[in-house]
């Protein structure tokens, strides 16, 4: 299993950019995709982005799509989600997840049901 540790929410106005990043440590993450996922209040947790594990291949959430980005530096075992034209609706606990089920192409939800999953990162949104 892969321990992972969120960092880098916070508040911001609308419009204003945030990164978000997270460290992996143990288990074997390397290999899988990682990415990263939100829950806002009263609503389940929903797919943002994921990168599989050469980083040459991503994909988003539509919503998010040009102006999120995910990045990952394997020598460090770091993902990362630099998040710009932020908006109140993208408030919410922002999740970790590695060990993801991706290599390439379109996302789909089965792709995490083996996943680890990091304790979340509050993003807040709001003038």
């Known amino acids: 299993q892969v321990q992972l540790v969120e960092s880098g929410g916070g508040l911001v106005q609308p419009g204003g950019s945030l990164r978000v990043s997270c460290a992996a440590a143990?288990?074997?993450?390397?290999?899988?995709?990682m990415g990263w996922f939100r829950q806002a209040p009263g609503k389940e947790r929903e797919f943002v982005a994921v990168?599989?594990?050469?980083?040459?291949?991503?994909d988003y959430k539509e919503s998010v799509n040009g102006r999120f980005a995910i990045s990952r530096d394997n020598a460090q075992n770091t993902v990362t989600l630099q998040m710009n034209s932020l908006k109140p609706d993208d408030t919410a606990v922002y999740y970790c997840?590695?060990?993801?089920?991706?290599?390439?192409?379109?996302?789909?939800?089965?792709?995490?049901?083996?996943?680890?999953w990091g304790q979340g990162t509050q993003v807040t949104v709001s003038s």
């Open positions: 997840a590695a060990r993801i089920k991706y290599w390439r192409g379109r996302y789909s939800s089965w792709m995490a049901d083996s996943a680890d």
């Open positions: 143990g288990g074997t993450a390397s290999g899988y995709g």
């Open positions: 990168i599989g594990p050469r980083g040459a291949n991503t």
